[in-house]
């Protein structure tokens, strides 16, 4: 039990256009869905926190308007990267947490701005 | 081996030794830690956790000690095998459920 899913694992998008990541959970109610971003060879750096229902918070440096969150059930959330940039290439993980606050991750998606 | 965590990022170890990863957290009101692995290009696995009423709690091969004094966490794997090889991760979290994720060191296992 407990499994997280991510779409896509990996996804090659032009500079200037948008890519959405989904995040699922597979067998349980999220209460809560974080988003994370990971550079390679750095540790994981929450980008925001996603309620089913309510607007996402976003932390601190992280543009709100350009990494569009929804979270529009208790078992999906999206992330929406516009108008994508080389630098926005990176390793985005999602996490849900379960009614027990127990932290699940996803496997993580791959993005490549060309 | 031993490694001081955020100081060396890279622990080589013999297979079938022990290997012990330390971590250092600066939130004095953390409540709950966490270490995870992270193999390639996958998303971390939990290991292994504990909460800041304990200071040891063992698992299958793996042990997590919680010095709250000094803020340090450490993680030891007995007979560290191969597929230990990894990144792993020290993570705390206090109240609001959101984890601070450590720096990480990666854990070469040699034949």
């Known amino acids: 039990g407990a499994v997280v899913s991510q779409h896509p694992s990996r996804v090659i998008c032009k500079s200037g256009t948008s890519v959405k990541i989904e995040c699922r959970s597979l067998?349980?109610?999220?209460?809560?869905m974080f988003w994370y971003r990971q550079f390679p060879k750095q540790s994981l750096m929450l980008m925001a926190t996603?309620?089913?229902?309510?607007?996402?918070?976003?932390e601190q440096g992280v543009e709100k308007d350009k990494f569009l969150i929804n979270h529009a059930s208790l078992t999906l959330s999206t992330l929406t990267v516009t108008s994508a940039h080389p630098e926005d290439s990176s390793f985005y993980i999602c996490?849900?947490?379960?009614?027990?606050?127990?932290?699940?991750f996803g496997p993580g998606t791959r993005l490549t701005v060309t | 081996g031993e490694s001081v965590g955020l100081h060396l990022p890279t622990l080589s170890v013999q297979e079938g030794d022990n290997s012990i990863i330390n971590c250092a957290y600066s939130?004095?009101?953390?409540?709950?830690f966490i270490w995870y692995k992270q193999e390639s290009g996958k998303g971390p696995q939990f290991i292994i956790d504990?909460?800041?009423?304990?200071d040891k709690r063992q698992g299958q091969r793996v042990t997590v000690l919680l010095n709250k004094t000094v803020k340090h966490l450490s993680l030891q794997i007995a007979a560290t095998q191969p597929g230990d090889s990894a990144v792993y991760f020290c993570?705390?979290?206090?109240?609001?459920?959101?984890?601070?994720f450590g720096k990480g060191i990666t854990l070469s296992v040699r034949p």
């Open positions: 067998d349980f109610q999220a209460t809560t």
């Open positions: 504990i909460r800041s009423n304990m």
């Open positions: 996490s849900a947490t379960d009614r027990e606050d127990e932290q699940y």
């Open positions: 993570a705390d979290t206090g109240a609001n459920s959101k984890l601070t």
């Open positions: 939130n004095s009101a953390s409540d709950y």
């Open positions: 996603s309620n089913e229902g309510s607007k996402a918070t976003y």
